[in-house]
């Protein structure tokens, strides 16, 4: 039976220039130089080397070396003998080692987050973090065994359907035993969420109907049944891998958004970087689990995983906990003619690897790729391809890509996949909150049968900056609540789009950037980069959209304040709030969502927002100094591109 031995601890690290050191997995050089600026990180080759004993193992077994993630291209030898290449630095990939083992071993990996003109990423508004960032492990497996060699799959494909309350999970296995001749044969057991067997079934390409079969319902209800596949030779179990799957349908209209089991189900999300302040992208299943925490706490029923294939950690979390997911490659920027054959590799990975994720409906192709406009036809072409390439891969989900802000709405480019999304920032980037209703009643009037969405849309807002006024670029805090309150009522007045992404739900890196007094970060989050601090628009979006009662004062953090009267504002998700000040009720108000005070202040001013047994408090003074730390400084700011 398969068994799987981790090795994440004692490698030897080196980098040109620097002296050989000890590191532990996941591990990236680029976690302080990629996040500070300056767009001077580190980008070349680095080398990983990890000494480690032969496995006990049985002359009918085989040893898969497996890696979850290196940044950006990878080349692997053991012993000095090479052993595969790899170019997609956010994807599973393996090799059958057995043949090299030796008693003792030597594995080398060179790492390469470098420049080139053939794998992607290599321009965009995020850090290209180089290194092994995620597990590494020794597969041991018989050599019979579910395939292993196909694009980092499992060897089992699920694909749910539903008919009226049957539900269906058509499971097709692959193995290498080629023709199923000596005796060999796949046997599945598919048991429910209290380990009850509901279904069993023989054969390498089987339908299983589940009688009144209980549906994955999104958060509302993200039930999943468990798949167990066995290979058997005769009466004895060579392999067994076990699997989650969901039984759902969906169905995008382009009047109505997103349908889930028959039902109306508006996607509002958030997107998601994968890195850490103080750690890039080599981050614990403790921080996914954190991230999923924070994202499950502002009540999102969907997350686009940007800019390329996250870790199967996070996968399997959007599925126990029911987010919707828009999964998608780092096909970003620019068009570039050398990379074609790896849009196509990347591609397949996403899809072989995520195929059997209930959470995820729809591949994204492409973001922002009309940025430059060299080589526009290639590019198109390159679409074109991919998006008969991944409908031959899946004919069960849609495509889709998120388009520039600069890229009208006649683009060719933005008629190829079966869904379309835009990245507009229309209010932050460029002036008129309106453009946005503008935007999306002038697209679904001239293309009334196309689905739209909005795939980035948000402002910078920086917890150390705030203002009584603010404005478009200012960067405050408050800004950015302006902005996230105005949109969210323009998505209420927009219902068809059938899905809308906060940009983002953290702050990321962004080595390029020099933005908001702190270089080389992106900070449109709901939350910070270190996830210790939820701004306050994190609060709107609770209000919108999470059950879980709570009220919130916002300007915690905007201690002084010069103007004699000031605005305070609570986010709750009740609909009828009190506000004291010092203990006098400064007045009661109905309503939902986002509640706005006007408030005379005296010198110290202890504020308490009431709503039922709830309660919010924060104390703030009225100055005649202006905190000049409260401002943006005035100098060079510059944004990625």
């Known amino acids: 039976m398969r068994r799987t031995i981790k090795i994440m601890k004692d490698w030897m690290f080196y980098k040109r220039g620097e002296d050989i050191r000890p590191v532990d997995l996941p591990h990236t050089w680029n976690a302080l130089d990629g996040q500070d600026g300056g767009n001077d990180y580190y980008r070349g080759t680095c080398t990983y080397e990890k000494r480690f004993r032969k496995p006990e193992i049985g002359e009918d077994e085989r040893v898969y070396i497996q890696f979850h993630g290196v940044g950006i291209s990878a080349k692997v030898m053991l012993n000095g003998t090479y052993v595969c290449a790899h170019h997609n630095g956010y994807s599973t990939f393996r090799a059958d080692i057995t043949d090299l083992l030796q008693e003792e071993n030597l594995l080398r990996v ?189 009540g999102a029923n969907t997350i686009r995983l940007a800019h390329y294939q996250h870790s199967q950690y996070f ?110 920032y229309l209010g932050w980037y460029v002036p008129g909150l309106k453009l946005n209703d503008l935007f999306m009643e002038f697209y679904h009037h001239k293309y009334p049968t196309r689905p739209l969405g909005y795939s980035e849309y948000g402002a910078e807002g920086m917890p150390n900056l705030h203002s009584e006024k603010p404005v478009r670029g200012d960067h405050s805090e408050e800004y950015q609540a302006k902005y996230h309150e105005y949109m969210l009522k323009c998505f ?81 998700n009740r609909t009828k709030v009190a506000l004291y000040n010092n203990g006098k009720l400064i007045g009661t108000k109905k309503g939902a969502h986002a509640f706005h005070f006007t408030v005379e202040l005296s010198e110290k001013n202890r504020l308490e927002a009431r709503s039922g047994g709830l309660c919010d408090c924060m104390v703030i003074y009225h100055t005649k100094t202006p905190r000049l730390e409260y401002r943006i400084k005035k100098g060079k700011s510059r944004n990625w591109v």
């Open 110 to 298: 060179e790492a390469d987050n470098g420049k080139n003109t053939e794998v992607y990423p290599q321009t965009a508004d995020f850090t290209f973090y180089g290194g092994i960032y995620r597990d590494v492990e020794l597969l041991v497996v018989s050599k019979y065994h579910f395939a292993l060699d196909y694009y980092g799959g499992t060897g089992i494909k699920v694909t749910p359907g539903v008919e009226g309350h049957t539900g269906i999970l058509h499971v097709e296995s692959y193995t290498n035993v080629g023709r199923f001749e000596d005796g060999f044969e796949v046997r599945l057991s598919l048991a429910d969420d209290k380990g009850q067997e509901v279904c069993r079934e023989t054969g390498c390409d089987v339908h299983m109907r589940i009688e009144n079969a209980h549906l994955w319902n999104g958060v509302r209800d993200p039930y999943l049944y468990r798949l167990t596949a066995r290979l058997y030779q005769g009466s004895t179990i060579v392999d067994e891998i076990s699997l989650s799957c969901g039984i759902r349908t969906f169905f995008i209209d382009p009047d109505k958004g997103f349908i889930l089991n028959g039902k109306s189900y508006p996607l509002r999300g958030v997107a998601r970087h994968q890195d850490y302040r103080g750690m890039g992208n080599a981050i614990s299943c403790e921080q996914m689990d954190q991230d999923m925490e924070l994202i499950r706490e502002v």
């Open 492 to 572: 209420d007045r927009h219902p068809y789009l059938w899905a809308t992404y906060v940009w983002n739900m953290f702050d990321f890196a962004a080595d390029a950037r020099e933005q908001g007094g702190e270089p080389g970060m992106n900070h449109k989050g709901l939350v910070t980069f270190d996830r210790k601090v939820k701004k306050d628009s994190f609060y709107l979006y609770k209000a919108w959209w999470s059950d879980r009662p709570f009220v919130h004062l916002c300007g915690k953090r905007f201690l002084y304040r010069t103007k004699k009267t000031t605005e305070v504002t609570v986010y709750s």
């Open 315 to 424: 996968y399997d979390l959007c599925d126990r906990y029911g987010m919707v997911v828009w999964a998608e490659i780092p096909y970003i920027s620019e068009h570039m003619p050398g990379g074609y054959a790896n849009t196509f590799f990347q591609m397949k990975e996403l899809i072989i690897q995520n195929y059997n994720h209930p959470s995820i409906v729809t591949w994204g192709i492409s973001n922002e790729i009309t940025i430059s406009h060299k080589n526009e036809k290639d590019m198109l072409d390159n679409h074109r391809a991919l998006q008969r390439y991944v409908k031959k891969l899946d004919p069960t989900r849609p495509t889709t890509l998120a388009c520039y802000a600069m890229c009208h709405p006649f683009h060719p480019v933005t008629k190829i996949t079966d869904l379309v999304a835009w990245n507009l």
